[in-house]
């Protein structure tokens, strides 16, 4: 009988795997995706060294603009990677939290979320809702591994990612009081 690939081995190597191949497909392309956004995030990142006071800039995401501003002293290539490897944990910790729910099909869980068509082209940006989408991961991840006090504090940080974290914050206080 066929054995589905469920094991976090089979599952680490294929996201190895795909990192490379992004990373190789990053090089060789241009990205558009985000339009002007896209680069303004990089030249926040790329020039919050020299100007401070940009990593407090709530346009640029302070999170986002700390975490990215040393790949982006490197170019913009280095930026997507940087969203690249972010994608790739993502889907990681995704599989690592339906894998919880010992679901015989949790390596699909990778393929959800890293190939979902919008996630997909963003993954290759200097956007930020690849690190959004990490955060809120680690932050569900954590929530069901019963770490809530860790859980919590990273959902509070998901505003200063993306404005739409706001709204994760009371969805948590609800479960947070349920549990």
């Known amino acids: 009988r066929w054995k589905l690939p469920g094991d976090k081995k089979s599952v680490a190597i294929i996201l190895l795997f795909l990192w490379v191949f992004f990373v190789v497909y990053a090089y060789f392309t241009d990205c558009n995706a985000g339009g002007g956004d896209n680069y303004a995030h990089y030249n926040i990142a790329r020039w919050a060294f020299r100007y401070p006071h940009l990593f407090f800039d709530m346009w640029g995401k302070p999170v986002f603009t700390l975490l990215t501003s040393p790949f982006a002293l490197l170019g913009f290539y280095w930026v997507r990677v940087f969203n690249i490897t972010c994608g790739l944990l993502t889907a990681w910790l995704g599989f690592l939290t339906v894998r919880r729910w010992n679901s015989r099909y949790a390596?699909?869980?990778?393929?959800?979320?890293?190939?979902?068509?919008?996630?997909?082209?963003?993954?290759?940006?200097g956007m930020t809702e690849i690190l959004f989408s990490l955060l809120l991961m680690l932050s569900i991840y954590l929530f069901f591994r019963d770490f809530h006090i860790l859980s919590a504090i990273a959902v509070s940080f998901l505003y200063f990612v993306r404005a739409e974290g706001i709204l994760m914050i009371p969805l948590f206080l609800f479960a947070l009081l349920l549990k």
């Open 107 to 125: 390596f699909l869980a990778p393929a959800f979320i890293l190939f979902t068509p919008l996630y997909f082209v963003m993954l290759f940006s």
